[in-house]
Structures are given as C-alpha cells and as structure tokens.
C-alpha cells in the first residue's frame, strides 16, 4: 500500500498546482513562499479539498504525508515557474516578442 501511495504523489501534485494556479483572486506566490496566513488556510482547504477528490473519484484514501508533500511541492513549483518567467521577461530571446507586441 506505501507503494500506491507514493505512485500517487505525482497525480496529487499536479492536481494541487493546477487548483492553487486557478484559484480566484490569484494568490501572491511571493508571500506564500515566506509563509504567512494565506498559507495556512490554503493548506487547510487544499489539502482537505484534495483528500475529498481523490476519496469521491477514486475510493482512495490520501495519506496525510502524500497530501501534505504534494502541497508544498505544488507551492515551489508554482513559485520557480514564477521566478523563471520573471527572469525569462528581461532576456534576449524574448526581444522579439516584445518587438513583436511593441512593448
């Protein structure tokens, strides 16, 4: 069973980000990432929301670590895609793009 479990990391992850990505009003990754409030109560519903899912879909019970994993991976993957654009906005290779938009 630790071994389902485990496989299931991946699923939940990917289904954790794509709810906090979507969420509205958007969510200051920034100030998550430092751990404030907001973090908690996404936590409680997210995590509650994901174990709610995958019971009622799939008749799988999500470990709490599994649950808890996937949350704050979903935070940092969310939150280096954030930091990467940023950094990818002031490159050479986006040039064109602006040229293009006429930024």
């Known amino acids: 069973m630790g071994t389902q479990m485990n496989d299931l990391l991946p699923d939940v992850t990917y289904w954790l980000t794509l709810q906090i ?3 509205d009003p ?5 100030q998550v990432y430092q751990g404030t409030v907001e973090l908690d109560y996404l936590y409680q519903v997210l995590t509650s929301k994901a174990q709610q899912h995958w019971w009622s879909k799939y008749g799988v ?3 709490p670590v599994t649950v808890n994993n996937a949350f ?4 940092a993957v969310l939150h ?8 990818s906005r002031n490159r050479a290779e986006t040039d064109w793009v602006r040229e293009l938009l006429h930024l």
Request: hydrophobic content about 35%; charged content about 45%; overall charge neutral.
């Open 61 to 63: 019970e999500l470990s």
């Open 21 to 23: 990505a979507k969420s």
């Open 72 to 75: 704050f991976r979903a935070i």
């Open 80 to 87: 280096d895609r954030n930091l990467e654009y940023k950094r």
């Open 26 to 30: 958007g969510i200051d990754l920034e």
